[in-house]
């Protein structure tokens, strides 16, 4: 086995290689690269089976190709980041990595990762001995072969996948013991199983296909899926692969169902990134604790009947990941190392686990966990809120349209919150105060400056020059001319 580790951090890198040397179970050899450029050329002489990258090191489109290239090689493609980033997700769904680390990484399940796969692997080749290949089936099964078609003796072309990988071994021994199926052929691959049956009627093979299901789980306590392909007699590299694409109906529906290929799900286009309007839904109902909110915003993305493209959705989701990572930073909850932790596992489980449902759950209750914590740490920020929206005034008076929403906006909040805690710890009304904000400056700069006064209203924040001059007279007493004219006087 060769791996390539490329990682700017020659020391990490050189610690991930002793590990993987003295921990795995197969020989191998690593190679430690810096840069993407090095990657390429030793791309050329060695053929690694598992690549190793750091993500930031990937930064352009022709990167992102080459690892989904090499990814359909055949090379495992493990990425690793030090922050959970959205850019970085989006680049590793991109990229078609098999798995996705966060540092500091977690060794032993680098290792079992990568055990689990070889042991995958070895399963496949040993069990091909039990079968002479008819025709070169895993040759015709891989390989796109022009000449001829398969199925024209109407046999039926059966794909069935397990709940959990680490369970093939286990269901291939008992598919070859069951009698639900008869004159059955089985050929394992490293995540599936392909059956080559007798035909036999729709109806017939639901009832087949169902009992196969309700036994296994009475067996296991697990599920499988099942794909059948019923589409016209083609050559069967092209029977396989819309048989296993019909099989990623999982990621909406779960397991312990039976795929047509003639009923495939046709997903609708969503944008991954969120809208300001969803954004503020975000920020508003995390704020407020409203779980009832965020479910029906998940909700939507998994209402029956209603399918988007998957990786749309893995994005989507890591925008709003986005939005508690904001909420658990406002709040310090990522100063406790469980709740870090977990954020990390929901960060993998977004870019990784293959069925929607479960991830929207997993979400849920890490928000309805944050929210907890949260309810307690709002109470002693009431003043700090206060005190940073008068921070914001003071950097942005001279914004004609800054206002409390606006304020309230930027800092997560509602509008109706910041009123009220603005009021209480100022004394004063938000609007009264960035009023008086705003004149203070004006009589700074009508001493300072010989500006027109509809020039010195513009540059503190009001549009009107007859409504500043009003507003000036009401707070000092004089109008902005015979301020400034008094105050210079008094200063010869």
Not at 355 to 384: G, P, R, S, V
Request: glycine share 2%; with cysteine.
């Amino acid at each position: 086995m060769k791996i390539f580790i490329i990682d700017r951090d020659y020391t990490e890198a050189k610690g991930f290689k002793w590990y993987l040397e003295s921990y795995l179970v197969n020989e191998m050899e690593v190679y430690i690269l810096n840069s993407i450029d090095q990657l390429y050329q030793q791309y050329q002489q060695v053929h690694p089976d598992i690549l190793i990258v750091e993500i930031e090191l990937v930064k352009h489109p022709n990167d992102i190709a080459f690892f989904k290239l090499a990814r359909k090689d055949g090379t495992q493609i493990y990425a690793i980041t030090s922050e959970p980033l959205f850019q970085h997700a989006l680049k590793a769904i991109q990229m078609q990595v098999t798995h996705f680390f966060v540092k500091p990484v977690d060794l032993n399940h680098l290792k079992y990762l990568i055990n689990s796969s070889t042991k995958e692997n070895k399963t496949v080749i040993n069990s091909i001995g039990d079968y002479e290949l008819p025709n070169d089936f895993y040759l015709q099964l891989f390989i796109n072969n022009e000449n001829g078609s398969f199925l024209e003796d109407n046999r039926l072309f059966i794909l069935i996948e397990p709940e959990y990988p680490k369970d093939l071994s286990t269901l291939y021994s008992w598919l070859k013991d069951t009698t639900i199926f008869e004159s059955i052929e089985i050929y394992p691959l490293s995540k599936r199983i392909i059956c080559i049956s007798e035909f036999v009627e729709k109806s017939v093979f639901e009832k087949k296909a169902r009992t196969l299901i309700r036994e296994w789980n009475i067996m296991s306590g697990s599920y499988i899926n099942i794909a059948i392909y019923d589409g016209e007699p083609v050559q069967l590299n092209k029977i396989y692969l819309e048989t296993k694409n019909a099989l990623k109906q999982r990621f909406y529906k779960g397991f312990e169902h039976i795929f047509y290929v003639s009923k495939q799900l046709i997903p609708l286009p969503l944008d991954p990134l969120l809208t300001p309007e969803e954004q503020q839904l975000w920020i508003q109902g995390l704020e407020n604790l409203d779980i009832q909110t965020i479910k029906e915003f998940l909700y939507r993305l998994s209402v029956d009947g209603t399918y988007y493209e998957q990786d749309s959705i893995r994005i989507h989701l890591t925008s709003v990941l986005a939005q508690i990572r904001r909420f658990m930073l406002k709040y310090n909850l990522h100063q406790k190392a469980v709740l870090e932790e977990n954020y990390r596992q929901l960060f993998n489980i977004i870019l990784e686990h293959p069925i929607l449902y479960t991830i929207i759950q997993e979400i849920i209750l890490f928000t309805q966990t944050l929210m907890k914590l949260a309810a307690d740490a709002k109470l002693e920020l009431k003043a700090n809120y206060a005190e940073l929206a008068a921070d914001l005034i003071e950097q942005q008076y001279k914004n004609t349209k800054l206002s409390l929403i606006e304020i309230a906006n930027q800092l997560g909040i509602t509008s109706n919150y910041l009123s009220s805690i603005f009021s209480k710890h100022h004394g004063v009304a938000f609007k009264r105060y960035l009023q008086q904000i705003r004149i203070q400056h004006a009589q700074k700069t009508l001493l300072d400056t010989n500006f027109p006064i509809s020039e010195v209203a513009q540059l503190n924040g009001f549009e009107d020059p007859n409504y500043f001059a009003k507003l000036f007279k009401a707070y000092t007493g004089q109008s902005p001319n015979r301020y400034r004219k008094m105050l210079r006087e008094n200063r010869e």
